[in-house]
């Protein structure tokens, strides 16, 4: 009989195995372009999405020299939540860091963002549409509305129902490393591979 362990690690691979890697590059290439406009990369998530964000946003800026940023300041993240609610406070991050069309959002979500879940991020979609910004997406599920609107968007495989958000979320890493080290994107070398 197949132990936990067993099945969860088969399942991250088969996961793995059935990304595209097409949707991955062309997330490099304009994540490549982003930087070549000089553009701030805004990353948005919940729960382990939001640590994955401020993972990456910390990766971009010092491998990639891509300006970058998380929802990391929890007085800014709390006082939008309570002067406007739960569900504009992504998009009151983006208008008050000053997200501009040259910008770009990248949607870190299981789900997407949708009518009922994660509206935060079906807010801040919105607002990132309607001033221009780039949108990109790795996501699960179907995509949600970040896969709808999105110019680039990862959908990560639904394999086991059971399993959506783990499953996503660690793709979510392995791809947010994938892109870091990217030739396209990579500028400095992480500390342990510039060890001789």
Same mark, same amino acid.
């Given at each position: 009989?197949?132990?936990?362990?067993?099945?969860?690690?088969?399942?991250i691979?088969?996961? $793995?195995?059935g990304?595209n890697? &097409?949707?991955i590059?062309? %997330?490099?290439?304009? #994540? *490549?372009g982003?930087?070549e406009? =000089?553009?701030?990369?805004?990353i948005?998530?919940?729960?382990?999405s939001?640590?994955?964000?401020?993972?990456?946003a910390?990766?971009?800026?010092?491998l990639c020299?891509?300006?970058?940023?998380s929802?990391?300041?929890?007085?800014?993240?709390?006082a939008?939540?309570?002067?406007?609610?739960?569900?504009?406070a992504?998009r009151?991050?983006?208008?008050?860091?000053?997200?501009?069309?040259?910008?770009?959002?990248?949607?870190l979500? $299981?789900g997407?963002?949708?009518? &009922?879940v994660?509206v935060? %991020?079906?807010?801040? #979609? *919105?607002?990132?549409?309607?001033? =221009?910004?780039?949108?990109?997406?790795?996501?699960?599920?179907?995509?949600?509305e970040?896969?709808?609107?999105?110019?680039?968007?990862?959908?990560?495989p639904?394999?086991?129902?059971s399993?959506?958000?783990?499953?996503?979320?660690s793709a979510?890493?392995?791809?947010?490393?994938?892109?870091?080290?990217?030739?396209?994107?990579?500028?400095?070398?992480?500390?342990?591979e510039?060890?001789?």
């Amino acid at each position: 009989m197949q132990t936990y362990s067993e099945r969860y690690l088969e399942g991250i691979r088969k996961v $793995v195995a059935g990304l595209n890697p &097409e949707a991955i590059e062309t %997330i490099a290439e304009t #994540l *490549a372009g982003l930087r070549e406009l =000089g553009g701030c990369l805004f990353i948005a998530g919940n729960g382990g999405s939001a640590a994955n964000a401020s993972h990456a946003a910390a990766d971009f800026r010092k491998l990639c020299g891509i300006q970058a940023c998380s929802m990391d300041n929890m007085a800014e993240l709390t006082a939008s939540a309570n002067d406007s609610g739960w569900e504009l406070a992504v998009r009151d991050w983006l208008v008050f860091n000053h997200a501009i069309s040259m910008d770009a959002l990248l949607v870190l979500s $299981v789900g997407g963002g949708g009518a &009922e879940v994660s509206v935060n %991020i079906t807010r801040a #979609l *919105a607002y990132a549409a309607e001033i =221009g910004m780039i949108i990109l997406g790795i996501v699960g599920r179907d995509g949600g509305e970040t896969a709808r609107v999105a110019d680039a968007c990862l959908v990560v495989p639904t394999l086991d129902p059971s399993l959506v958000t783990p499953h996503t979320e660690s793709a979510q890493s392995i791809v947010l490393h994938l892109l870091c080290t990217h030739p396209r994107l990579q500028l400095t070398q992480a500390k342990w591979e510039s060890v001789q």
